[in-house]
């Protein structure tokens, strides 16, 4: 039996603004298989980003459990989740969140070092090769272009091999021409690192290029095509 | 084109920006208040200080004067009257001194008579208690109850008399005087001014350099060099006369461009404050003014909107820091004054200082300031177009990422520790936008300098006071007897008895007698005629001539002293000399020294020649000295005659004379300014049958005398010190929060990436030590060069510069702790939001 990459139960996430209550999960359960593609769609306000943030462990539930690569995020501390994301977390957002004052090569790298470890520098190379940013690796991101910027997030969220990679809205800020190529590097990449991919998106078209589609709407899990829960 | 009425709308605007974010606006307002609120209180701190350091001179010199003259003519007299810079001038004429009284036989009191102006206007000041009335009478005297105790009486009040045995010029006599006044405060305590009448009857002539003092105040506060110059030229000064400017006079226009140096510093430091936190707030708003470009405000709307928006800001500020200034300056400082106990005399009445100006000054330079340094980030607002505005990050600098700096170097070493990574990221923070990082570090080191500056000059002002003998004892005693006219009533106080006692007082690590002979140097052509030739010459009212003829048949009536001195004496001696002399040769007695005597003498004039000496009635015993050159150190003076006092190794005069009598003991404690010790010495001197004739000088005395001139000048100058620093440290917490503030995104993005929170914390106070680091350079450098510069131009004791460790050692440790604790701080702060609030703000 295949095991599950990332698995929620009963998550919910509720905040207070003013007198009211907003529900943005509302008992959420959610499963992602190893090495499986999957695409989160809905629309603006449906708890898409939520939920990534709370795999990805930047944000605490309200209730309900979260459980990536075996482990229980609920329990943990804020020191253990930076740890737990720079292991086994690789995010790609969707404004790129390059740090500006280092070239491409350290931003991919900068979560390796963070964590001490010695950077497999083989690696590195093979993933700037696939991405096509070989000829990059000295530039500063205030240098490239939107895709570039996006292929080389990427290419930073595969750096540290991580368990799973969570990517929020990446061709949110592209035309649509290098929205399709980076999402078709995307895809090269996780199979060919055998990586597990949760996509957010609003974009149908993009979705399509997923293992799986799973909607989200109010909060809560509504059954798609391909559906694994 | 027709006028766009937009007035009410940017008005309205401006006022509901202000509101709506409200910490922003009230870090930019506590901004101008800060600095409007350092500008005044130092500004008037400052002024009262500096009335105190003039009332500190007015005490030490016993009266309100700028300079003063020895002997003034007829024909010099109507010079002042005739000068229209002359405010007031007094005679202060030395009437003779209390010889003896039936309690004591050594009292050193004066007898002085100040004329109507000097007692009524300069010395005034210097009074802090009056009783009675100056005298009239030939036989009233206004006393002190200093001096009545050093003539050995207690308890004499206004009314009373007294008989004592006085001197004045060649009479000596017996005399009852009425005590018509006493007076308490500072000046020349030991003293019993006397009526006109009875300087008079003395003889004495104020017009005589010996008698008349001349007080001179002027009416300008600056005197420049050259006015003084021009002054002294017109007073057609005899050879005997002098004239000196008092120190704060004589430095005037030094002290003021101290002044001026100092209140430029506190600008400097305003204006960084305001700057930094203007900066960081309008660049943190300029997603908000591309909004406002987009929906179709003209750049020139934008400008007026900033404008009023730092109008606001800057008339609340600058009402407060007004304000708080005068809360700080008018309730605070005269309560701590009146805490510590300090007592203010009539004359020396001092309240904070204010004066329309400083008010003005104020408004004026932070006004300005606030236009400054609003022009530029309004200019960044403009200059932004609206799509740049959206993607706009405060501190990123495009002209940075063009470089690659160390990476290659990084790469090719593989492995990056991530202490190692951390650290690099912190330097790029301070390098990447250079003229941010410089503001950071310059306004933090201006507060330091500031105070690096004040603490050296308030540290210098303390120290400079209590070094006043030449081998720098803690005590000088000296023998009362020696001021006696008689020969036979000048005797041995200080015999071995006393020294040995001295000697086993615990805590004395050293005593240094000096010990003297009478002598007589008989006439010769060769050094002795041109000697006297020349002293008569500075000295005297009557021609060498006249009395030569006498010195030569009577040597007797022109005493003098040979003076021995120990090795020690010799050396300091020995190294502040014009032209060295051969040790060797004067500890065996070859060679002497000579004290110049204020004569117009060169080395060259009397070396290679010869001194003979006899002993005082006796003739035939005598002994000749090669001279070795001449010394201008009066510490080594016995009795002053005509004839030079003749220096030479303690052995020789106990050779020459029988028993040299000790007229001097210097005394070095084993501890500074320990008054145990102290205490102990003079109970030793107090037991002695000679009890009453000594007297003493200490630095523990002078120090004393010193600090109660000073009132709570200390306590000033430290106020401004830390007003500065606390502003200076201000400015940087000020500067740094709104920095890492501006930051917070790019910090959770690096979280979002699995930097931890220690690991942040880590580079942001990597980056605060960086600064401080920084900070120091600049005070070592530039703070340590101006500090000189203002210390020398205000140095008119002439002290060493000397950088006082202990404030420095505190400000810096100071400072790092600030540095280390503002951005865990301001982390603490950023970090309760969570990272996903960032995120979302990176995302819009």
New interface residues.
Partial sequence: MESNMVETRGLKKYYRLGDNVVKALDGVDFAVREQEFVAVIGRSGSGKSTLL?MV?G??TPTEGEVYVAGRDLSGMT??EL??F???K?G?I???Y?L?????I??NV???I????K??D?EFVEEILEVLKLTEKR?A????LSGGQQQRAAIA?ALA?KPAIILA??PTGNLDTASGHDVMGLLKVVAKQFQQTVVLITHDQDIAQMADRIVCIEDGQIRKGRGLHA | MLKNNNTQVLKRMAGRSLKSSRRQSATMILAVLLSAFMLFSVFTVGMTYFKMQRLQNIRLGGGEYDAIMYGVTDEQLSTCRENPDILRFGVHALSGYIDETEYDNTPEVMLIWADETCWNEIMAPARERVEGRYPVEEDEVMVTEYALEKCGFHGLNVGDTFTAVYGAGAVKCEKTFRISGIWEGFGEKSAFYVSEKFYEQTGLDPADVASGRFLIDFRQTLISQEEQDTFIDSMKLGKQQRLFFTADSAFSIQILTGIAGLALVTCLCAYLLIYNIMYLSVAGNIRYYGLLQTIGMTGRQICGLIRRQMFLIGGIGLAGGVLLGSGVSFLVVPSVVKSLGIHMGKGGEIAVSFHPLILLLTLLLTGITVCIAGRKPAKTAVMCSPMEALGFRPSADVKRRGRLGGSRHLERKGHVSSSARIWRMAKEQITKDKRKAGIVMLSLAAGMSVFLCITTILTSQARREYNYNFRDFDMVVKNGTMRKEEQEKRVQIFDQTVLDRLDAVEGVSETAPLCYAEITVPWEPEFADMWMREFYETWMNIPYEDEVEEYKEFPENFGSSLVGISKADFEALNAVSEEPVDEAEFLSGKTCLLYRNGLELKNSDVTGKSVTCAAYGDRAHTRTFDIGGLVDVNDYTALLGYPPTIIVSENVVKEFADEPIIYKIGIRYREEYDAKTEAAILSVLDADPHGKDYSYESRIEMKREVEKAQGNMMEIGIGIALILALIGIMNYVNTFVGNIRSRRVEIAVLESIGMTGRQVKKMLILEGLLYAGGAWVITGIAGTAVTYKIYQSMNYAGTGFVIPAVPCVCAAVISVLICVSVPAAAYRDIERKGIVEYIKTASL
């Fill in positions: 943030h990805g930047l944000d804020k020191e930076a740890v994301r720079r292991r977390v995010f957002f969707q404004n969140n740090v500006p004052d280092l070239n090569y350290e790298v900068l979560p070092e963070l964590d001490g010695r950077v520098r000295e500063f991101p205030g240098n930073r540290s929020d809205e």
